[in-house]
């Protein structure tokens, strides 16, 4: 993970000193998000061994980040990137760990985003109508760090000075990485048995994500007097590697998705005075993936024989939000320069 973030930091600092960097822009940021996280697996159809069923394990996305951003203009052309840690393992709810039947009139849709079709269903589960013969529900914490940059050129009179008034649209393209990780603890267990059993068993899994996201698009920007307004939506490409480690099981479950999705944002800032402004970002972020996942370990026969197969198949979803704040200030080199020449 660091030396991912490293490499990030590297090439912010050498854009900077380099001779694009006519203006640099840089602040603080907060970050408050929610939504959901989803893995499932699962099959509709009769498998070898007769069953028709699947599981499911549901994170919240309820978390802060904090962070600092900057930006490089020249011209028509923007070059930012930001860097974002949770700092810590942060309580994010409640996160469940379902195992399910499915029936007859149990349904699988496993497209979200249908190119072909250009159709779109806005959910992150992938089965419906289960019937639950095991559930753990219990308390989850996440820790998350993120790299993101992004490259903008800007048409009519838009201008990535926020400080320049203007309008216009401007397109976008950019990477963000992502390394989070879930714990599942505190959890009570249930089991349909003979007899029923149902109990606290403490730590049931941790869950590990290494996700890239691409993106392409564009959007709009509107500055004028003491305010400006800024709008993008951007459809991305993205893959995603999992392990997920079952405790109590003692066995890994190791993924690997690739998927489509999309995020989009609406920023609102207020200009303070010539050198700093604020602003308030509503960002959006969808991320459906489709992939293998294979097992390591285990306790019992079934779980010890799982390792033999090649692969199962998963679904990887992500739907969430977040509300952003932070400051911004534009650092003046002509105004540095001159307070430090020498007046005679």
Do not use: C
């Not at 912010?12 to 996280?37: D, H, N, Q």
């Not at 070059?79 to 499915?102: H, M, N, P, V, Y």
């Not at 920023?267 to 993936?289: A, C, D, M, Q, T």
């Amino acid at each position: 993970m660091v030396p991912k973030i490293l490499k990030f930091v590297f090439l912010f600092l050498l854009l900077s000193v380099s001779p694009i960097s006519a203006e640099i822009i840089w602040g603080p940021t907060v970050e408050k998000s929610g939504g959901e996280y989803i893995f499932e697996t699962g099959n509709k159809y009769p498998n070898l061994s007769g069953i028709r069923g699947g599981s499911r394990i549901s994170f919240p996305r309820s978390f802060s980040l904090f962070g600092v951003q900057g930006t490089i203009t020249k011209e028509r052309f923007e070059i930012s990137g930001a860097l974002k840690t949770t700092g810590w393992s942060q309580k994010s709810g409640q996160a469940r760990d379902e195992d399910f039947f499915l029936g007859s009139i149990s349904t699988e849709n496993t497209t979200n985003i249908a190119t072909r079709e250009w159709s779109y269903r806005d959910s992150a589960t992938v089965y419906a109508g289960s019937r639950n013969f095991a559930d753990g529900k219990g308390k989850s914490t996440v820790s998350e760090n993120r790299a993101e940059f992004f490259g903008r050129y800007y048409f009519q009179s838009a201008n990535p000075n926020y400080w320049i008034n203007g309008s216009g649209f401007f397109l976008s393209a950019g990477a963000r990485y992502s390394y989070f990780k879930y714990y599942f603890y505190d959890v009570n267990q249930f089991i349909e048995s003979s007899p029923v059993f149902y109990g606290p068993i403490g730590l049931g899994l941790s869950f590990s994500n290494d996700l890239w996201e691409f993106f392409g698009g564009g959007g709009y920007r509107h500055s004028e007097g003491n305010f400006y307004l800024d709008i993008s939506f951007m459809p991305s490409f993205g893959r995603i590697k999992t392990r997920d480690f079952h405790v109590q099981r003692s066995i890994n479950f190791f993924s690997e998705n690739y998927g489509l999705g999309w995020t989009s944002k609406a920023e609102v800032g207020y200009k303070i005075n010539p050198s700093w402004l604020s602003y308030l970002r509503v960002n959006h972020r969808r991320f459906f993936s489709e992939g293998r996942f294979t097992s390591q370990g285990g306790l019992t026969t079934e779980d010890i024989a799982s390792n033999l197969v090649s692969g199962f198949k998963s679904h990887i979803n992500i739907k969430d939000y977040s509300i952003e704040i932070g400051v911004l200030n534009k650092l003046d080199w002509d105004q540095k320069q001159n307070s430090g020449e020498k007046v005679e």
